[in-house]
């Protein structure tokens, strides 16, 4: 039986202590610091695992430093903890790194102004990062010769974190927190329905891979589910003092524009006053993002997006030759779930720009469920916490927090995997140029669990060797994500364990001849259909059967 199939057979019939609905951030967080302290936790996402909303984030774990303009400091110093505390617990998956601001003279802020609002943020937060620093002109050319600096007055650099691999896995890593302390999790499971029937809440679920129908109850529901959160309250007549807007926002892979020297962020003002970035993606530069009031969650990305995006870029980078659309690797598009007072009525165009990614949790104690609305992944560990607190007020006894729930392996674990990954020379298998070691690739990614490839590469060497290789994943890396880490789709993989999909082109991906066994690996005799639906869903017309009508449903 399968890891899945497992938790939905615990799922099925049991009571737990609370169900939390959405496994984005704001759901595998608070399921790991509620398992994490002794609670018994069902996670239900009626998709995969951050697989909405929070797989189109900028990948940047930053304390809000542009939310200093309408002086919300006490969301800044919150958010710069949160920072801090992050990358104190993931030293190896959140790193610092500096934001570059160039500053033009179209800009709203003269340099030496910018550069005293740095050393406020750098105060704000507790000194946590390197201090900033002002330059001009000739030392931006100096820092980073990409930036076309003919009308550039100066720039500051200022210190933020970003996360090396993709925002997803990142999520997952606070799903497995949540499964070793005794949690039941399952993705493409859909809240059909629930009721309140005495002391708790029964709700009937769906498997959305196979369309069985299971039932379960839990004392306490946590809605976690993102942009759906209201909808999720309105079918239960539940009515919260703050509502969820949307905005979108774009992002545009692209091959390396900046130097590989270091990892930096570049950062400028649009033509609309508002800050776009140049994020380093490995190989890779991630340009956005954009910000365009929505009525649904649902988005795409449009030819404008991309145009306005591109000609921003072009406009302050020195290229050899300025990028086009064929320049584009991948895109990324989602909305931001910003929260706004449940009496509030439309925001113009000014207070819509400014509105911040602040969240709230409310608690409903009659209908014993508690809301989390809006928020972002910096913030996740205060709203893990925030939500077991409601869930005590609610009658759920936990245990003390010991932060047990979250963080890399202990230093001693880490220091045994690069002595044993150094004795079997494992970065010798790596001959790639730009790429990272080997060792501190699996140790990111897996943490203890790094310590079973390293024991399959040692059985085997061709666990050791990559399965498709402009993707750099091994082979037993795909054994272990079938059998540890829930794969459902194809896409599951390429997309959220991995970010195969955002930095490698669409004809590379296809024409791969490792494509077919990566399948293989996840899906084994059901490897066919999971590919046929992978590359449907890239080209919905390109697989039907000869002869089937193209606007039939």
């Not at 900028?58 to 969301?75: A, D, I, Q, R």
């Not at 009515?239 to 990892?263: A, F, N, Q, W």
């Not at 002595?419 to 690739?441: G, N, S, V, W, Y």
């Not at 364990?497 to 077919?516: M, N, Q």
Request: with cysteine.
């Amino acid at each position: 039986m399968s890891l899945r199939s497992a938790n939905i057979e615990r799922i099925d019939g049991g009571l737990f202590d609370v169900l939390v609905v959405g496994a984005g951030i704001n759901g595998a967080v608070s399921a790991a610091a509620l398992a994490g302290r002794g609670a018994s936790v069902a996670l239900i996402d009626r998709g995969d695992f951050g697989g909405f909303v929070s797989q189109e984030s900028s990948n940047l774990v930053w304390g809000g430093f542009k939310y200093l303009e309408n002086y919300e400091l006490p969301l800044v110093f919150g958010l710069c903890r949160s920072r801090n505390r992050l990358m104190k617990a993931y030293p190896d998956n959140i790193r610092e790194i500096g934001f570059l601001a160039a500053l033009d003279h179209g800009s709203p802020y003269a340099p030496w102004f910018a550069g005293l609002g740095a050393t406020a943020y750098w105060g704000i937060g507790l000194f946590g990062t390197k201090r900033p620093h002002l330059y001009d002109a000739e030392a931006v050319k100096e820092q980073e010769p990409a930036v076309d600096t003919t009308d550039v007055r100066g720039a500051i650099e200022y210190r933020d974190a970003f996360l090396v691999d993709n925002d997803s896995r990142f999520v997952f890593s606070f799903v497995r927190s949540a499964l070793e302390a005794g949690a039941s999790v399952a993705n493409y499971v859909e809240l059909v329905s629930a009721e309140r029937i005495g002391d708790r809440w029964v709700c009937r679920l769906r498997d959305t891979d196979t369309g069985r129908e299971i039932t379960t109850a839990a004392r306490v529901v946590v809605n976690a589910a993102g942009p759906f959160v209201d909808e999720i309250n309105e079918a239960w007549d539940l009515r919260t003092e703050h509502r969820i807007v949307y905005s979108k926002g774009i992002h545009l892979v692209v091959p390396r524009l900046t130097t590989t020297k270091h990892d930096r962020v570049l950062a400028f003002f649009d033509d609309t006053q508002r800050l776009f970035y140049v994020i380093p993606m490995g190989r890779r530069s991630v340009i956005g993002t954009t910000d365009t009031r929505v009525d649904t969650p649902f988005t795409e990305v449009t030819d404008e997006d991309r145009e306005f995006l591109l000609e921003q870029i072009n406009k302050r980078l020195d290229l050899p030759t300025p990028l086009t659309t064929d320049d584009v690797i991948a895109e990324r598009c989602g909305v931001r779930p910003l929260v706004v007072s449940r009496g509030a009525g439309d925001q113009d165009q000014a207070d819509w720009t400014s509105l911040s990614r602040k969240h709230e949790i409310e608690r409903d104690d009659h209908q014993r469920v508690v809301t989390v609305l809006g928020g972002k992944l910096t913030d996740c560990l205060n709203v893990g916490e925030e939500v077991a607190a409601e869930v005590v007020r609610l009658g759920i006894p936990l245990e003390k927090d010991l932060g047990n729930w979250y963080g890399e392996p202990a230093a001693q674990t880490r220091a045994e995997f690069y002595r044993q990954a150094r004795l079997m020379r494992l970065d010798a298998l790596r001959t790639k140029p730009d790429t990272e070691p080997l060792t501190d690739r699996l140790w990111r990614r897996y943490g203890r669990r790094a310590f079973d490839l390293l024991e399959a590469i040692r059985a085997d060497p061709s666990m050791g060797e990559d399965v498709m290789g402009s993707a750099d994943y091994l082979r037993a890396e795909l054994y272990t994500a079938a059998q540890h880490e829930m794969v459902v789709t194809l896409d599951d993989f390429m997309r959220r364990r991995s970010k195969i999909d955002l930095v490698v082109r669409d004809g590379d991906i296809e024409g791969s001849e490792g494509l077919r066994e990566v399948a293989r690996i996840l899906f084994g005799d059901d490897a066919d259909r999971r590919l046929a639906e992978y590359l449907d869903a890239r080209h919905p017309q390109a697989h039907r059967p000869v002869g089937e009508d193209a606007t039939s449903a």
